[in-house]
């Protein structure tokens, strides 16, 4: 580790520590209302921290953490990010989508193979990812420029296999982008020499996209369907959607199970096949590593048995974790994150803990260090992952946040670490769910183990940073324009399942029992802020590159 990434100490303490920075995940500041779980919640952790603790709020979707326009939501993932870096990071979608802008994407090697290997080899290629434009982990934009692509080039066969979201955007809504998906498909195989069709999909929560290692069954299903071609068979994805649905009235899009488009007499029309060609068409890597795994890795993958595994060039959109090199091919290079604020820290002979629940643990390590696997330090960092339960989450609102606050009070009573940091994933992962009522408790269970690690902040005499990552649980319904909730045909308000574009809020109270004041001339502020803050409390000043502190010192 350099030492020229250490930073520079301070005279004296700007506050006593240790300091403990928690992150709230899905907790923003919303319209508290009768859709507001937060502000429906009894908290009364963050009232107290309210009347007793420096607060303002912060920015936490849109450019303010490097997402091409102010329409777009924060995720977690990009929010972590611009924690960790103290600087705004143009992030996946910026870069994906200025690629296709300029063509740069179609100029590289990757895309010039694939074509190679779809035009003179005759294979298909095969294009799989989340079909929506939610813009968190995919674009249809994208997806369509691929394909428009594809048809330039003169690749005859395109299959395209699609997850449904449900999550990063209206729920019941996938019909909507599966038929301006098959429109297009069909005006392209209208033409000579063309196929061009959808050949399997299913909801993004049961098919292909898991993270972490939660539950690889998921993984398999989404194999068994796009690369074997095996599973429920129907004429059209809008034909399995619609049965799915008057099997199970209630079922939300990512819920729905996977399925396979057949011909006449049944056979997929989309398997994979020895010579074609694939794509991970999403741009964000948490739920893309497990799929790219199963491509790639040889004899010692034994996640699930993968049957007979067909040889098929693959590429990642871009590059999903660059110390595991996964995927080994992809099509964009991922931003480079470098001189995080944990990287620094370490640098200069920090300890530093980090814990969360397996749903957000890599959020507080490979995010936080700027998408790196693995610490800078060993002697130096302790990570601790507390696993999650299976979902559905909303019958769990708890879900891990108890093992949590004991790891992070365990490492906080040990006096090893200057600085730690954790993440509760309840109000994010509950909130996902579109059910009010369980958000509300995972919100009130937040505040409650937020309360144990005040109580153990006021007792070793620390300083306790609060906020959130990006908004969710603070707003659980569907908006007319007017803001009112939308209602469906029979009335009933249309759950929320999304991100929203809440800011969040930011509380710091010190042990010794002064309010720290904040600048008043950041009125953007945004989640790039806080690591030049946090430096600031731990008695460093943080270098130029990071945005500037929320403290007037």
């Not at 434009?133 to 692509?149: K, P, W």
């Not at 999403?282 to 893309?288: E, I, L, S, T, V």
């Amino acid at each position: 580790m350099s030492s020229g990434l250490a930073l520079e100490k301070r005279a004296a303490p700007v506050a006593p520590g240790p300091v403990v920075f928690v992150v709230m995940d899905g907790v923003g500041e919303g319209p508290r209302d009768d859709g507001d779980a937060v502000h429906l919640a009894q908290t009364p952790t963050l009232d107290w921290l309210g009347e007793n603790a420096a607060f303002r709020t912060l920015r936490a979707h849109g450019t303010a953490v490097g997402l091409p326009s102010d329409k777009d939501m924060g995720n977690s993932e990009v929010g972590h990010n611009a924690l960790g870096a103290g600087r705004v990071i143009q992030q996946g979608a910026s870069l994906v989508e200025l690629a296709l802008q300029d063509s740069s994407v179609f100029a590289g090697q990757v895309w010039r193979d694939i074509v190679e290997q779809c035009t003179a080899g005759g294979g298909a290629l095969h294009l799989i990812g989340l079909l929506s434009d939610g813009n968190v982990h995919s674009h249809e934009r994208h997806l369509h420029a691929l394909i428009q692509r594809a048809d330039d080039e003169g690749i005859a066969g395109v299959r395209v296999h699609v997850l449904l979201d449900g999550r990063d955007v209206e729920d019941r809504s996938c019909t909507r982008y599966i038929e301006r998906l098959e429109a297009r498909l069909a005006e392209i195989s209208a033409k000579p020499e063309r196929s061009y069709r959808i050949a399997s999909g299913g909801g993004r929560m049961v098919t292909t996209m898991d993270r972490y290692e939660a539950d690889w069954r998921i993984v398999e299903r989404g194999w068994r369907a796009h690369v074997l071609g095996e599973g429920r068979s129907f004429p059209s994805a809008l034909d399995a959607v619609r049965t799915f649905r008057d099997e199970d009235p209630g079922v939300s899009d990512q819920h729905l199970p996977p399925f396979v488009v057949g011909d006449e007499e049944g056979r997929p029309v989309g398997a994979m096949r020895d010579g074609d060609a694939c794509i991970f068409f999403n741009f964000r890597g948490d739920r893309a590593l497990e799929i790219c795994r199963a491509f790639e890795e040889g004899d010692t993958f034994d996640a699930f048995d993968r049957g007979k595994r067909p040889s098929v060039l693959f590429a990642g959109m871009t590059l999903y974790d660059g110390d595991l090199g996964l995927p080994g091919r992809y099509l964009v290079p991922p931003p480079d994150i470098e001189r995080t604020l944990s990287e620094r820290l370490v640098a200069g002979g920090t300890a530093q803990y980090a814990v969360s629940e397996t749903q957000k643990y890599g959020h507080v390590t490979y995010f936080w260090n700027g998408n790196r696997t693995g610490m800078f330090d060993e002697s130096l960092e302790a990570y601790c992952e507390v696993p999650s339960p299976e979902p559905p989450f909303e019958d769990r609102p708890e879900m891990s946040a108890v093992g949590v606050t004991d790891a992070l009070i365990e490492a906080m009573r040990s006096r090893k670490y200057a600085f730690l940091r954790c993440n509760y994933a309840n109000g994010d992962m509950v909130g996902h769910t579109g059910c009010l009522a369980s958000t509300i408790q995972a919100v009130e269970c937040v505040d409650r183990e937020l309360g144990r690690v005040l109580e153990e902040v006021k007792t070793l005499g620390g300083t306790l940073v609060v906020t959130a990552d990006h908004g969710n649980a603070d707003d659980m319904f569907m908006r007319a324009a007017d803001g009112s909730p939308r209602r469906d045909e029979s009335g009933n308000i249309i759950p929320k399942t999304s991100h929203t574009l809440s800011p969040v809020g930011f509380w710091i109270w010190t042990g010794d029992g002064s309010v720290p004041a904040l600048r008043t001339d950041l009125p953007e502020a945004g989640l790039a802020n806080v690591a030049a803050t946090l430096a600031d409390l731990l008695g460093c000043v943080a270098p130029d590159e990071f945005e500037p502190s929320l403290l007037a010192l």
